[in-house]
């Protein structure tokens, strides 16, 4: 069973950065969509960076331009490069796959904490 593993979070002051890591237990099926959510206290959970097996990806509006999803297939790794980072980037970040294959398999991470602050 695939398990997911990020690492990366801290306290940062603003217009600081970070890189996110998530670690898969295993290789996941070919078709797997990643994704990195965040979560603030008191707010929905919203997808902030996407890649797909192509290797294309997608940002949510507010980070655009600012943060970097990446993967490394030979580590299971997928990564997410966090820059000129704001309060309002503070949040619980998970990491997600989706696998699409004989059956599909919706796998999530323990988040980790990303907290902006002067």
């Known amino acids: 069973q695939l398990q997911l593993v990020e690492s990366g979070g801290g306290l940062v002051h603003p217009g600081g950065s970070l890189r996110l890591s998530c670690v898969a237990s295993e290789t996941p099926y070919s078709n797997t969509v990643v994704a990195w959510y965040r979560q603030a206290t008191g707010k929905e959970r919203e997808v902030v960076a996407t890649?797909?097996?192509?290797?294309?990806?997608n940002y949510a509006g507010s980070v655009k331009g600012r943060f970097a999803i990446s993967r490394d297939t030979a580590k299971n790794t997928v990564y997410l490069e966090m820059n000129n980072l704001a309060p309002e980037d503070t949040a619980v970040y998970y990491c997600?796959?989706?696998?699409?294959?004989?059956?599909?398999?919706?796998?999530w991470g323990q988040g980790t904490q990303v907290t902006v602050s002067s």
């Open positions: 890649i797909y097996s192509s290797g294309s990806t």
């Open positions: 997600n796959f989706k696998q699409y294959g004989s059956k599909y398999i919706d796998t």
